[in-house]
């Protein structure tokens, strides 16, 4: 399984971005689709994740303010950043997995910055 992130860039304060993630190969279409990010030298964190069946987690940080979606059709999981803050500043990776299987399915993106000024 390939994950294709697009969308990242520069963003002011209060601005909004949108991330696209497009999944191809020998994809399980049940999996779980989600967003990750990480700041060069801390953890990477959760940010969010939706089942096939549409159901959405959110890190507390951004669950007022970003939107996680998918297209079941297009493999594709999209995020929509709205007010966002320079603490939102980092890589975001996209990750496909089955919930209880990660041993065998559990795959990751290139991340793509996202910057964002105050």
């Known amino acids: 399984v390939q994950l294709q992130a697009s969308g990242g860039g520069l963003a002011q304060a209060g601005g909004s971005l949108r991330l696209s993630c497009a999944a191809s190969?020998?994809?399980?279409?049940?999996?779980?689709m989600g967003w990750y990010r990480q700041v060069p030298g801390e953890q990477r964190e959760l940010v969010a994740t939706?089942?096939?069946?549409?159901?959405?987690n959110y890190a507390d940080s951004v669950a007022d303010r970003f939107t996680i979606s998918r297209d079941n059709r297009k493999n594709t999981v999209y995020l929509e950043m709205e007010s966002l803050k320079p603490e939102d500043t980092a890589v975001y990776y996209c990750r496909a997995y089955l919930s209880g299987s990660t041993n065998y399915y559990n795959y990751w993106g290139e991340g793509t910055l996202v910057t964002v000024s105050s």
């Open positions: 190969g020998s994809i399980i279409t049940r999996q779980i």
């Open positions: 939706i089942t096939s069946g549409g159901t959405t």
